[in-house]
């Protein structure tokens, strides 16, 4: 009886396991016994081997994206440096024949006032031109805008040498040389609107007012190398001749540099904003059309919306009142030839302003990067400092003495070159998502009317007094520190909408009236496709 029951129990045993060893075994090969597909089960060798294999796919990609954004990070600085050097020969031929106008006089033959104008003419030509560069490099790109800045000056370099051959100095030769810094000046309507959206393209948060500051440097180190070269090289009136000799192989060369090597976007987007910007087409063909240059209509819309919004007339029109004044320095501490001969006002002065300025400028761009202070505060901070540093400089001027002047100077170069990378910055904020470049141009814009200004009053007045000068700068740069203040700028548009999306916001999502107002009305406008219709700003839905 106990064998017989042992035998039964045994046989329950075997039915009760049977259709969990049948389900197990079909598992395997995917079918059940009514014939149904089940989900695989895979052995525990089969998981292993598959964990080891998504880890390893994983690290892989770690270390391409850590070598990627290692790239990405060289990479920007070589951009920077392509870019400073463009900057560097750019200023350089503006400014070349600032401190050598009695010689010039007599090579070409003219009047002091018309050699003085062959590097006016770059301001005039800015003035003129700047807009609708700035609608161009919008459309077409950064790369696009390097490239014609750097063709632009070897094409005008080019035609200053043209009559090497023959005869460069006389009339003939001041045509030449005339046509050629026509050129030369919308090629400085190029280069000197670009560093925003150089910063844009290829530095993260952390380091794009830095990065605009290191531009402003380089654009010191030109035009002191200019100044201070240009003498030293026409020494006497005959090597005028080689100075333009020179200013041509240089750029060409920068040239060569730039096509070679310039690259107009990150691989990888150094920011969330990056990716939120007006649309860029590559448009036609390399040379762009008349139609896609003189797209007044748009433009003109462009412009007028960026007047709209809150804030920007009057942040830049303080820009305008300061930096006009501290190119005006320039004309002060560099033209003896036109101006004044007192000892003092000498080029030892001149390489304090600039060399400490650019000191000035890292350090603004330092203090708004590590948001140790706001962007509002190191502008009003700027804009008080330079309109006082002025005031210093006209009593100093007063005292005749060295050591006050070299003072005042620094100073003025520590707080002037400090206006131009902050407020800059703070007026893409601003204006988030407009045309970056558009927004500059009109900056820059106001900036050299206002130097045309001082400038002329600084000639005028220099007649009267020789500190006449430097109380006319401190008491006009002196409304821009109002201006500012009272401007309603304290919102930082992109930097909320990159912490927004950072922490997991709607991505694209604009806040305020302004904002829908701009999308909604289309005007912030810059491809080129479809003659620049339908082509609007990211949305509050994308």
């Known amino acids: 009886v106990s064998r017989w029951w042992s035998y039964l129990s045994l046989n329950s045993l075997m039915a009760r396991l049977q259709p969990q060893n049948l389900d197990l075994h079909n598992v395997?090969?995917?079918?059940?016994?009514?014939?149904?597909?089940?989900?695989?089960?895979?052995?525990?060798?089969t998981?292993?081997?598959?964990?080891?294999?998504?880890?390893?796919?994983?690290?892989?990609?770690?270390?391409?994206?850590?070598?990627?954004?290692?790239?990405?990070?060289?990479?920007?600085?070589?951009?920077?440096?392509?870019?400073?050097?463009?900057?560097?020969?750019?200023?350089?031929?503006?400014?070349?024949?600032?401190p050598i106008t009695k010689r010039g006089e007599h090579y070409f033959g003219v009047s002091p006032i018309a050699v003085f104008m062959l590097s006016m003419l770059y301001v005039i030509v800015f003035i003129i031109?700047?807009?609708?560069?700035?609608?161009?490099?919008?459309?077409?790109?950064?790369?696009?805008?390097?490239?014609?800045?750097?063709?632009?000056?070897?094409?005008?370099?080019?035609?200053?040498?043209?009559?090497?051959?023959?005869?460069?100095?006389?009339?003939?030769?001041?045509?030449?040389?005339?046509?050629?810094?026509?050129?030369g000046g919308i090629a400085h309507s190029f280069v000197l609107i670009i560093p925003p959206k150089l910063a844009q393209n290829w530095f993260p948060p952390s380091l794009r007012v830095t990065a605009q500051a290191a531009c402003v440097g380089f654009n010191q180190l030109g035009v002191t190398i200019g100044i201070f070269l240009s003498p030293v090289i026409s020494d006497s009136d005959d090597r005028i001749s080689l100075l333009l000799l020179l200013q041509f192989i240089g750029s060409m060369l920068i040239l060569i540099l730039e096509l070679i090597f310039f690259k107009g976007v990150s691989p990888i987007p150094p920011s969330l904003s990056a990716t939120q910007l007006p649309p860029q087409t590559s448009g036609g063909g390399i040379c762009p059309t008349c139609n896609e240059i003189f797209k007044l209509n748009q433009l003109q819309k462009t412009i007028a919306a960026l007047f709209r919004i809150p804030g920007y007339a009057l942040t830049v029109l303080s820009f305008g009142v300061g930096v006009g004044g501290y190119y005006?320095?320039?004309?002060?501490?560099?033209?003896?030839?036109?101006?004044?001969?007192?000892?003092?006002?000498?080029?030892?002065?001149?390489?304090?302003?600039?060399?400490?300025?650019?000191?000035?400028?890292?350090?603004?761009?330092?203090?708004?990067?590590?948001?140790?202070?706001?962007?509002?505060?190191?502008?009003?901070?700027?804009?008080?400092?330079?309109?006082?540093?002025l005031l210093l400089f006209s009593l100093c001027l007063l005292s005749k003495n060295?050591?006050?002047?070299?003072?005042?100077?620094?100073?003025?170069?520590?707080?002037?070159?400090?206006?131009?990378?902050?407020?800059?910055?703070?007026?893409?904020?601003?204006?988030?998502?407009?045309?970056?470049?558009?927004?500059?141009?009109?900056?820059?814009?106001?900036?050299?009317?206002?130097?045309?200004?001082?400038?002329?009053?600084?000639?005028?007045?220099?007649h009267l007094k020789y500190y006449a000068p430097g109380l006319f700068l401190a008491v006009t740069a002196a409304l821009a520190f109002p201006c500012f203040a009272i401007a309603d700028n304290q919102e930082c548009r992109r930097r909320n909408y990159e912490l927004r999306t950072a922490q997991g916001g709607v991505q694209g999502q604009l806040e305020g009236n302004i904002a829908v107002e701009l999308v909604d009305h289309n005007f912030f406008v810059v491809g080129s496709g479809n003659n620049g219709e339908n082509q609007d700003l990211p949305s509050p839905s994308q």
């Open 129 to 183: 031109v700047a807009p609708m560069s700035g609608q161009l490099v919008d459309r077409r790109g950064l790369r696009f805008g390097v490239l014609s800045g750097a063709f632009l000056n070897f094409f005008g370099s080019l035609i200053k040498v043209v009559p090497a051959p023959f005869q460069m100095n006389g009339t003939v030769g001041y045509a030449f040389t005339f046509l050629g810094h026509l050129v």
């Open 28 to 45: 395997g090969v995917g079918e059940t016994k009514s014939g149904k597909s089940k989900n695989h089960l895979p052995c525990r060798s």
């Open 47 to 98: 998981s292993l081997s598959s964990d080891f294999a998504d880890q390893h796919h994983l690290r892989r990609e770690t270390k391409t994206a850590i070598r990627e954004e290692k790239n990405a990070s060289t990479a920007r600085w070589v951009m920077l440096t392509l870019y400073g050097a463009l900057t560097i020969v750019d200023h350089i031929n503006w400014i070349s024949f600032w």
């Open 328 to 389: 005006a320095i320039w004309v002060v501490l560099s033209l003896h030839d036109l101006m004044s001969s007192v000892e003092f006002l000498s080029t030892s002065a001149l390489l304090i302003y600039n060399f400490v300025g650019v000191l000035g400028a890292l350090t603004a761009g330092q203090l708004i990067d590590r948001s140790i202070v706001s962007h509002r505060f190191v502008a009003l901070g700027a804009y008080g400092g330079f309109a006082g540093s």
């Open 402 to 462: 060295d050591s006050a002047v070299a003072m005042s100077c620094a100073l003025m170069g520590i707080f002037g070159s400090a206006l131009s990378p902050t407020t800059i910055d703070l007026l893409m904020e601003i204006t988030f998502p407009a045309p970056q470049v558009v927004a500059t141009a009109v900056a820059y814009v106001v900036g050299h009317l206002w130097g045309l200004i001082f400038i002329w009053g600084n000639i005028e007045m220099q």
